[in-house]
Nanobody, 125 residues
């Protein structure tokens, strides 16, 4: 099993930047697809970005070109660099991991078995 702890959320104005971190502990030697998701009250959790063990990445259309997902293997830490933030990016952000997958994508959050507690991001206009 793997445990995930997010940090780095906060409040920024439109156009600002934030970097989220997700520290992993436990069985980190296993191969995982890692991802970032976000959720606002009353809405379903949506995938933001994923990164596979070979470094390949996928992004939701809404964040493509503004967000960058990365992973520091030495630190067992997942990152999400968020630039040019917009009010519609306001949400609770979660990191997640899944094993035994065919495709490392965030299309189906239910496929991810490990989740952090979330960190709030608020973007004001």
């Amino acid at each position: 099993q793997v445990q995930l702890v997010e940090s780095g959320g906060g409040s920024v104005q439109t156009g600002g930047s934030l970097r989220l971190s997700c520290a992993a502990s436990g069985s980190t030697d296993n191969a995982y697809c890692m991802g970032w998701f976000r959720q606002t009250p009353g809405k379903e959790r949506e995938g933001v970005a994923t990164i596979d063990t070979d470094g390949s990445t996928r992004y939701a259309d809404s964040v493509q070109g503004r967000f960058t997902i990365s992973h520091d293997n030495a630190k067992n830490t997942l990152y999400l660099q968020m630039d040019n933030l917009k009010p519609e990016d306001t949400a609770m952000y979660y990191c997640a991991a899944k094993q035994f997958y065919m495709v490392c994508s965030a299309d189906y959050p239910r496929d991810f078995g490990y989740w952090g507690q979330g960190t709030q991001v608020t973007v004001s206009s």
